[in-house]
């Protein structure tokens, strides 16, 4: 996920298997409290007097306010990708399990909508037994061909979202090929089901044909049923409570995969009365209007300034009896989440301080750079929650090197480079408390991070000098010293988004720490969107950003190929995650085989190599990872994260009468 947004890419992808770490585990409180008004004693001296301080509650307590920085432009889970709207689709929709976000372990898993699970020995078939009784905010029933019918509709959308599936469920290389992702097997089972060969040997036929299915979804229909059923495909409906997914190769953890929002459960009536499913495209009425079986529906979107959620008033989830119900199952104790979007830091800082707003978020890159913490920690009705260094750590920034193009292309420049910044100041004056040194590029805290306890670069000016030196640059030194008088100068760009402070300032010490090696360095502010565009370009466009500020969070759980695989496979240069460009033959070669390797010593060997040569390459800065943080009321009871979970889960939240807790 980049930083803003989580990455976009069409790409083909391998299977990814990791070892996933295991968090600790604790339970929230369930209970309602009464309104009132709350008040806190701040310690001043020691020994300590205290001062009364009065922190009222808002003046309707069903609504809680949370005030972010990135508004959706979709909430289809098909579509809708950014960390702003994974936090909307997963308070609106559900799949056939969760994360539990009380703990940060990303291998325990709910179940929602299915009930039960079986996975085979060799991680090729995962059976899910659905609910009886699981229904639509509208009514409509949730059976086993709601999920044939979702995440088939996903697949061949061919938006983003279908990446979670790409060399799973569907075959990539394929897809890139004929221009459609289909599900495997799903061609033939079009064809047995009517006749027609055609379907096997026509893509485009097979993809419309596929879509008219899911656009006039009639479960009772022989023909659909006959598709639905064929047992060599993708997803086979087994009974009407029972699917079996199909991997076309083994996946040990495609149970996290399941966990994500793309597998969530989308009502196929409501979809055929919007627009359907059509291949290669959007549905832009599903873009803004929701119908899941979540516990939170969208009823207003006012695009760019706010989204309101209301309580599910037909949560089929409410009526479980105890024996069947579990914490992420829980009906919200506060029935209105009003979002409101700004891309002001000192709006988001009134909000908070002002108790207009009662949370900072979304949860993975919140609203504020961490460099405001300290500012808000002296509010006394304000709780700044930072998670502890040995919680999962997984969002990573670093500045990319556009390994394509001169200068950068050549290592030795990049080296030169990494050893001229100064991290330990980056992270003391950008991301003071929550800021960690780290290798890349596998975000630490994660299973299979620097396995050879690689030291991060160090800051030696000097060696940087002599490299550039010997490569023949001419270097003007703040002391007006002149190194190779006759040498072509080595002047940069930096690209970032203008409107993260953190970026802002980490961009203006870069520059003069490049002025002390004699690099000229210029500063090139873009808007987030603007940066989108330009590294969904070719790495060798004139305009491809020579060095870039970049934020990288994994789409799921997956060291492997979200962190390792598509930051350092040339395959997924640019936008799809290898924003440096990097092509190394050995590299490639050893990512296009390792997420298929199941076995853990083996994995290790792989990583470790891969470390050593992009330790040696140098493409990237690897400025800090942080340690997940938000800012919430003193009042407010029942925030939690998962690194699974990206955003607040709003139905657990609650407002706590009692005293709100001193600094």
Request: glycine letters at 4%; one cysteine or more.
């Amino acid at each position: 996920m980049h930083g803003i947004s989580k990455t976009v890419y069409i790409a083909v992808v391998f299977i990814i298997i990791v070892a996933i770490v295991i968090g600790a585990y604790y339970y929230i409180m369930t209970a309602s409290h009464k309104p009132t008004t709350i008040k806190t004693t701040t310690n001043v001296t020691t020994p300590p007097p205290t001062t009364t301080v009065t922190c009222p509650l808002p003046s309707n307590t069903s609504v809680i306010v949370s005030i972010e920085n990135e508004p959706p432009n979709s909430v289809d889970p098909a579509t809708g990708f950014y960390a702003g709207e994974d936090e909307i689709m997963t308070n609106v929709y559900q799949g056939l399990i969760a994360f539990d976000v009380t703990n940060t372990s990303v291998t325990q898993f709910m179940p929602m909508l299915a009930s039960s699970w079986w996975v085979a020995p060799n991680y090729t078939m995962y059976i899910f037994y659905i609910r009886h009784g699981a229904y639509f905010a509208n009514g409509d029933p949730v059976n086993a061909t709601t999920f044939w019918f979702s995440i088939y509709r996903v697949i061949l959308m061919n938006q983003v979202d279908s990446s979670f599936y790409t060399n799973i469920l569907y075959n990539g290389t394929e897809a890139s090929i004929t221009g459609y992702a289909i599900p495997w097997g799903a061609c033939h089972a079009l064809a047995f089901a009517t006749g027609n060969n055609n379907f096997i040997i026509n893509k485009t036929l097979c993809a419309y044909g596929l879509a008219n299915i899911l656009s006039n979804y009639n479960v009772h229909n022989e023909t659909i049923q006959k598709v639905m059923s064929y047992p060599d495909q993708a997803i086979v409906v087994l009974n009407p409570y029972t699917v079996e997914f199909k991997l076309l190769q083994p996946y040990m953890f495609f149970l996290q995969d399941l966990a994500e929002y793309s597998a969530s459960a989308v009502d196929p009536v409501f979809v055929d009365q919007n627009g359907g499913v059509v291949p290669n495209q959007q549905n832009t009425y599903m873009n803004t209007h929701t119908m899941g079986t979540g516990p939170y529906q969208v009823v207003q979107w006012v695009p760019g300034q706010m989204v309101v959620l209301q309580a599910n008033p037909n949560y089929w989830a409410a009526e479980l009896p105890p024996n069947e119900t579990n914490i992420m199952l829980t009906p919200p104790k506060i029935k209105t989440v009003i979002l409101e979007y700004t891309s002001s830091a000192n709006q988001v800082m009134s909000m908070l301080e002002s108790g207009k707003a009662q949370l900072m978020g979304p949860l993975s890159l919140p609203a504020l750079p961490p460099l405001y913490l300290s500012t808000l920690e002296q509010n006394p009705c304000l709780k700044v929650v930072v998670e502890p260094p040995s919680a999962p750590t997984w969002l990573i920034l670093m500045i990319t090197l556009d390994a394509q193009k001169y200068p950068l292309n050549v290592t030795a420049v990049r080296v030169a480079l990494v050893h001229a910044i100064n991290y330990t100041e980056i992270i003391d004056t950008v991301a003071p408390g929550v800021g960690l040194p780290y290798v890349g590029p596998i975000s630490p805290g994660m299973p299979f991070y620097n396995p050879s306890n690689l030291p991060p670069y160090n800051y030696d000016p000097n060696l940087s000098i002599e490299i550039l030196k010997s490569l023949g640059f001419k270097l003007v030194l703040l002391n007006g010293t002149v190194i190779n008088p006759n040498g072509q100068p080595l002047s940069l760009t930096l690209t970032y988004t203008s409107d993260d402070p953190a970026q802002v300032k980490i961009a203006q010490e870069v520059q003069v720490m490049l002025s002390q090696i004699g690099v000229q360095l210029t500063l090139n502010p873009v808007t987030t969107q603007q940066e989108e565009y330009l590294i969904s370009q070719s790495c060798t466009a004139p305009t491809y950003p020579q060095m870039l500020i970049w934020y990288w969070y994994p789409s799921w759980p997956d060291p492997i190929y979200q962190d390792l695989v598509v930051q350092t496979n040339a395959m997924y240069s640019g936008i799809a995650g290898d924003v440096s460009c990097f092509n190394n033959t050995e590299v490639n070669s050893i990512t296009n085989i390792l997420p298929s390797v199941t076995n853990t010593t083996l994995i290790t060997k792989y990583v470790t190599e891969v470390y050593n040569i992009i330790y040696q390459q140098a493409p990237d800065m690897w400025l800090y990872a942080i340690r997940q943080y938000w800012v919430q009321s003193c009042y407010v009871n029942g925030t939690y994260w998962n690194p699974g979970v990206l955003g607040y889960y709003f139905p657990l939240m609650y407002y706590n009468a009692t005293v709100c807790v001193s600094k």
